[in-house]
């Protein structure tokens, strides 16, 4: 079995301890004007009194149930495929109760359901060994992009600076753009985010400007780089943070894909910062089903400091509501089903990720054999992508589009991956789809492509 099954090795042993939190004076100074000035939805502010025994509620304009055509649920689950890609034969049907049913086709908590916060609650206590109401909260949203695109809104005004290590996962540096806050690149290498880098640009940053609060990371499975930030770098990112006053954005959808031993994997930086007897609250935590579920539930969940969730709850009071009552409703059914529970859940993310890791070394030695005098790369530790440098090329973008297309295969060139924009000889290829014989014709392609480069 793979890395990232069962109770994690750093919290075996981990003692239960009252945590000190940041006050929410640190808080008021980090949220941006725009989400100061947000109040909370008057309507869905008032849904939780219709709990109230005995009220009679003519509050929301909630349809009225009985006009929906749908009367039951059932989809059938299988376990993932093992790591020769071959699939269970026997699917196992589940159905929602009636009652679940009903209450994810009404409008439904801005925060999402209800029991299926619960149960995310206590699996970050299994995973990262954080209880529930200990000064942090927890919010699902459509996808991890949601909450982190309102993330963005909720900590940035025009004009603002965010850490952002480099190169990027490209579906966030627009996000940054749209904020009109300044990135500032903080290089990585194969251990994750450079921490000389990091403390040279904190340590070098002019008295005249304003200092960044946010550092943007993934911690796991850097897409695009693949690289796993270890243990000892995130230790001085988070005393950097403590240093220099600035919060986590702990982006990590990859974080159930990690290929190591478990004895090896690093903690989260939300499990890492309550050791050291400092204040908790500097990690606002993203966490995603679709790399190891579905992408098309888009369900994603935040775990952090109150006031932030705060911000980004009311912020989807005012745009999409809520997440999809039916996927969440799907997604606890299957969580909770017999053959799931926590226990189930970090068996299948263990097997997916052997799974993946069969198709990474796969993957590697196709690498290897087609390019391996032309290309220079690391062994991603998690993740679904191999990031390498094209030895003759100092711009991939022209290569990838026309070069390597005319050839039949596409990937996409690592400018894309840098905040800047600038050129680079890196290309992101994603090792998740393809089979065995087909990684191996995509990159005899490939390797066809930097031959007609080179010669042209
Ligand atoms: N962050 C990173 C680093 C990603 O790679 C992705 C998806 N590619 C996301 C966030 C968005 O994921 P989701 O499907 O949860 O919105």
């Given at each position: 079995?793979?890395?990232?099954?069962t109770?994690?090795?750093?919290l075996?042993?981990?003692q239960?301890?009252?945590?000190?939190?940041?006050?929410?004076?640190?808080?008021a100074?980090?949220?941006?004007?725009?989400?100061?000035?947000?109040?909370?939805?008057?309507?869905?502010?008032?849904?939780?009194?219709?709990?109230?025994?005995?009220?009679?509620?003519?509050?929301?304009?909630?349809?009225?149930?009985?006009?929906?055509?749908?009367?039951?649920?059932?989809?059938?689950?299988?376990?993932?495929?093992?790591?020769?890609?071959e699939?269970?034969?026997?699917?196992?049907?589940?159905?929602?109760?009636?009652?679940?049913?009903?209450?994810?086709?009404?409008?439904?908590?801005?925060?999402?359901?209800?029991?299926?916060?619960?149960?995310?609650?206590?699996?970050?206590?299994?995973v990262?060994?954080?209880?529930?109401?200990?000064?942090?909260?927890?919010?699902?949203g459509?996808?991890?992009?949601?909450?982190?695109?309102?993330?963005?809104?909720?900590?940035f005004?025009?004009?603002?600076?965010?850490?952002?290590?480099?190169?990027?996962?490209?579906?966030?540096?627009?996000?940054?753009?749209?904020?009109?806050?300044?990135?500032?690149?903080?290089?990585?290498?194969?251990?994750?985010?450079?921490?000389?880098?990091?403390?040279?640009?904190?340590?070098?940053?002019?008295?005249?400007?304003k200092?960044?609060r946010?550092?943007?990371?993934?911690?796991?499975?850097?897409?695009?780089?693949?690289?796993t930030t270890?243990?000892?770098?995130?230790?001085?990112?988070?005393?950097?943070?403590?240093?220099h006053?600035?919060?986590?954005?702990?982006?990590?959808?990859?974080?159930?894909?990690?290929?190591?031993?478990?004895?090896?994997?690093?903690?989260?930086?939300?499990?890492?910062?309550?050791s050291?007897?400092?204040p908790?609250?500097?990690?606002?935590?993203?966490?995603?089903?679709?790399?190891?579920l579905?992408?098309?539930?888009?369900?994603?969940?935040?775990?952090?400091?109150?006031?932030?969730?705060?911000?980004?709850?009311?912020?989807?009071?005012?745009?999409?509501?809520?997440?999809?009552?039916?996927?969440?409703?799907?997604?606890?059914?299957?969580?909770?089903?017999?053959?799931?529970?926590?226990?189930?859940?970090?068996?299948?993310?263990?097997?997916?990720s052997?799974?993946?890791?069969?198709?990474?070394?796969?993957?590697?030695?196709?690498?290897?054999?087609?390019?391996?005098?032309?290309?220079?790369?690391?062994?991603?530790?998690?993740?679904?992508?191999?990031?390498?440098?094209?030895?003759?090329?100092?711009?991939?973008?022209?290569?990838?589009?026309?070069?390597?297309?005319?050839?039949?295969?596409?990937?996409?060139?690592?400018?894309?991956?840098?905040?800047?924009?600038?050129?680079?000889?890196?290309?992101?290829?994603?090792?998740?789809?393809?089979?065995e014989?087909?990684?191996?014709?995509a990159?005899?392609?490939?390797?066809?492509?930097?031959?007609?480069?080179?010669?042209?």
């Open positions: 079995m793979g890395g990232s099954t109770i994690p090795p750093h075996l042993d981990a239960p301890m009252a945590l000190e939190s940041l006050p929410e004076s640190f808080y100074d980090l949220l941006s004007d725009v989400a100061k000035s947000r109040r909370p939805s008057p309507i869905r502010s008032l849904f939780p009194l219709e709990n109230t025994p005995g009220i009679l509620s003519l509050l929301a304009g909630k349809p009225n149930p009985t006009s929906f055509p749908f009367t039951g649920l059932t989809f059938t689950a299988r376990p993932p495929p093992n790591a020769n890609g699939l269970a034969l026997e699917d196992n049907a589940i159905s929602l109760p009636s009652a679940d049913l009903q209450a994810a086709l009404q409008y439904g908590p801005t925060a999402g359901l209800p029991a299926l916060i619960e149960w995310l609650y206590e699996l970050q206590q299994v990262h060994g954080r209880g529930k109401g200990e000064g942090w909260s927890l919010m699902i459509n996808g991890s992009q949601d909450l982190l695109s309102k993330a963005v809104v909720a900590l005004n025009p004009g603002d600076t965010v850490l952002v290590q480099s190169p990027v996962y490209a579906g966030v540096i627009p996000v940054f753009q749209s904020a009109k806050c300044d990135q500032i690149e903080v290089e990585t290498d194969a251990d994750g985010v450079s921490t000389d880098a990091l403390r040279s640009i904190l340590e070098n940053w002019l008295n005249n400007k200092k960044p946010v550092l943007y990371t993934i911690p796991y499975g850097g897409n695009p780089t693949g690289a270890t243990v000892e770098r995130r230790r001085e990112v988070l005393a950097l943070a403590r240093e006053d600035f919060i986590i954005l702990e982006d990590d959808p990859y974080h159930y894909l990690y290929f190591g031993p478990a004895e090896s994997r690093p903690p989260s930086y939300f499990a890492l910062e309550c050291g007897g400092h908790v609250g500097r990690v606002l935590r993203m966490d995603s089903v679709s790399k190891v579905s992408a098309g539930l888009r369900i994603g969940f935040a775990s952090g400091p109150t006031p932030l969730l705060r911000a980004i709850e009311a912020h989807t009071g005012i745009t999409n509501l809520q997440p999809p009552g039916i996927t969440q409703a799907i997604l606890l059914a299957l969580l909770t089903s017999r053959e799931w529970g926590h226990a189930g859940f970090l068996r299948h993310v263990s097997q997916v052997d799974f993946y890791k069969a198709k990474r070394d796969v993957f590697e030695a196709a690498l290897r054999r087609h390019l391996g005098d032309v290309v220079e790369w690391s062994t991603p530790q998690s993740g679904l992508f191999f990031w390498f440098r094209l030895r003759q090329e100092d711009d991939s973008e022209a290569f990838v589009r026309t070069k390597a297309f005319e050839r039949g295969v596409l990937a996409l060139p690592g400018s894309v991956f840098l905040p800047d924009g600038r050129k680079t000889g890196y290309v992101r290829a994603a090792f998740s789809l393809l089979g014989e087909e990684v191996d014709e990159l005899r392609r490939l390797a066809l492509a930097v031959r007609d480069a080179a010669v042209s």
